[in-house]
Protein backbone atom coordinates (compact mmCIF):
# COMPACT_ATOMS: atom_id res chain seq x y z
CA UNK A 1 0.00 0.00 0.00
CA UNK A 2 2.68 2.29 1.35
CA UNK A 3 4.47 1.76 -2.23
CA UNK A 4 2.13 2.53 -4.23
CA UNK A 5 0.91 5.53 -2.74
CA UNK A 6 4.56 6.65 -3.31
CA UNK A 7 4.21 5.70 -6.79
CA UNK A 8 6.73 3.54 -6.70
CA UNK A 9 6.92 -0.13 -8.87
CA UNK A 10 7.70 -3.22 -7.28
CA UNK A 11 11.25 -3.03 -9.74
CA UNK A 12 12.33 0.34 -8.62
CA UNK A 13 11.67 -1.23 -4.81
CA UNK A 14 13.55 -4.30 -5.92
CA UNK A 15 16.63 -2.26 -7.06
CA UNK A 16 16.70 -0.24 -3.82
CA UNK A 17 16.59 -3.46 -1.70
CA UNK A 18 19.03 -5.05 -3.93
CA UNK A 19 16.23 -7.86 -4.71
CA UNK A 20 14.13 -8.85 -7.85
CA UNK A 21 10.75 -7.53 -8.31
CA UNK A 22 9.93 -11.26 -8.05
CA UNK A 23 11.01 -10.96 -4.66
CA UNK A 24 9.02 -7.80 -3.53
CA UNK A 25 5.78 -9.92 -5.39
CA UNK A 26 6.64 -12.65 -2.94
CA UNK A 27 6.71 -10.28 0.53
CA UNK A 28 3.60 -7.88 -0.56
CA UNK A 29 1.79 -11.16 -1.18
CA UNK A 30 3.06 -13.23 2.21
CA UNK A 31 5.08 -15.83 0.64
CA UNK A 32 8.08 -15.03 1.57
CA UNK A 33 8.29 -13.88 5.29
CA UNK A 34 10.67 -10.98 5.73
CA UNK A 35 13.28 -10.66 8.73
CA UNK A 36 13.86 -7.57 10.69
CA UNK A 37 16.73 -6.37 8.51
CA UNK A 38 14.98 -6.31 5.74
CA UNK A 39 12.21 -4.83 6.91
CA UNK A 40 13.89 -1.96 8.20
CA UNK A 41 15.16 -1.64 4.35
CA UNK A 42 12.21 -1.36 2.94
CA UNK A 43 10.61 0.85 5.93
CA UNK A 44 14.05 3.39 4.87
CA UNK A 45 13.25 3.21 1.09
CA UNK A 46 9.12 3.91 1.78
CA UNK A 47 9.70 6.85 3.98
CA UNK A 48 8.26 4.88 7.00
CA UNK A 49 9.20 3.81 10.42
CA UNK A 50 9.11 -0.13 11.08
CA UNK A 51 5.93 0.40 13.07
CA UNK A 52 3.88 1.66 10.17
CA UNK A 53 3.91 -2.37 8.88
CA UNK A 54 2.55 -3.24 12.13
CA UNK A 55 -0.72 -0.89 12.16
CA UNK A 56 -4.40 -2.99 12.02
CA UNK A 57 -1.86 -6.04 12.92
CA UNK A 58 -3.94 -8.54 15.04
CA UNK A 59 -3.49 -8.36 18.68
CA UNK A 60 -2.10 -10.93 20.78
CA UNK A 61 -3.49 -9.79 24.22
CA UNK A 62 -6.93 -11.18 24.07
CA UNK A 63 -7.60 -14.71 25.08
CA UNK A 64 -6.90 -17.32 22.55
CA UNK A 65 -4.32 -14.99 20.83
CA UNK A 66 -6.06 -13.07 18.25
CA UNK A 67 -8.30 -9.90 18.78
CA UNK A 68 -8.23 -8.67 15.35
CA UNK A 69 -12.06 -6.67 14.51
CA UNK A 70 -13.81 -7.46 11.42
CA UNK A 71 -13.93 -3.77 10.19
CA UNK A 72 -10.17 -3.50 10.55
CA UNK A 73 -9.26 -6.26 8.27
CA UNK A 74 -12.20 -4.53 6.02
CA UNK A 75 -10.73 -1.74 5.60
CA UNK A 76 -6.71 -3.24 5.11
CA UNK A 77 -8.46 -5.38 2.61
CA UNK A 78 -10.04 -2.27 0.94
CA UNK A 79 -7.29 -0.14 0.89
CA UNK A 80 -5.12 -2.74 -0.30
CA UNK A 81 -7.28 -2.98 -3.73
CA UNK A 82 -6.51 -0.47 -6.79
CA UNK A 83 -9.54 1.56 -5.91
CA UNK A 84 -9.32 1.83 -2.34
CA UNK A 85 -5.56 3.35 -2.83
CA UNK A 86 -6.39 5.98 -5.65
CA UNK A 87 -9.78 7.50 -3.08
CA UNK A 88 -7.53 7.42 -0.44
CA UNK A 89 -4.94 9.51 -1.80
CA UNK A 90 -7.77 11.45 -3.38
CA UNK A 91 -9.28 12.11 -1.06
CA UNK A 92 -6.31 12.65 1.61
CA UNK A 93 -5.57 15.64 -0.58
CA UNK A 94 -8.53 17.54 -0.45
CA UNK A 95 -7.73 20.35 2.03
CA UNK A 96 -10.51 22.19 2.87
CA UNK A 97 -11.92 19.74 5.81
CA UNK A 98 -15.89 21.34 5.14
CA UNK A 99 -15.61 19.57 1.45
CA UNK A 100 -14.27 16.20 3.26
CA UNK A 101 -16.90 16.24 5.59
CA UNK A 102 -19.52 16.49 3.12
CA UNK A 103 -17.85 14.13 1.01
CA UNK A 104 -17.92 11.48 3.77
CA UNK A 105 -22.07 12.60 4.11
CA UNK A 106 -22.35 11.99 0.42
CA UNK A 107 -21.17 8.40 0.64
CA UNK A 108 -22.57 7.67 3.83
CA UNK A 109 -25.65 8.62 2.21
CA UNK A 110 -25.07 6.26 -1.11
CA UNK A 111 -24.05 3.41 1.08
CA UNK A 112 -27.28 3.47 2.80
CA UNK A 113 -29.54 3.82 0.02
CA UNK A 114 -30.69 7.58 0.31
CA UNK A 115 -30.24 10.86 -0.16
CA UNK A 116 -28.24 13.10 1.98
CA UNK A 117 -28.83 16.70 2.74
CA UNK A 118 -25.86 17.97 2.03
CA UNK A 119 -26.68 21.41 2.14
Known amino acids: MRRILLGLSQEKLGEALG ?5 VQKYEKGANRIGAGRLQDIAKVLEAPP ?18 SGSAEFVVNFLSTVEGLQLNKAFASIKDPKVR ?9 IAAGGVADLT
Open 19 to 23: VTFQQ
Open 51 to 68: SFFFQDAPSTSAPGGLAE
Open 101 to 109: RRLVDLVVA
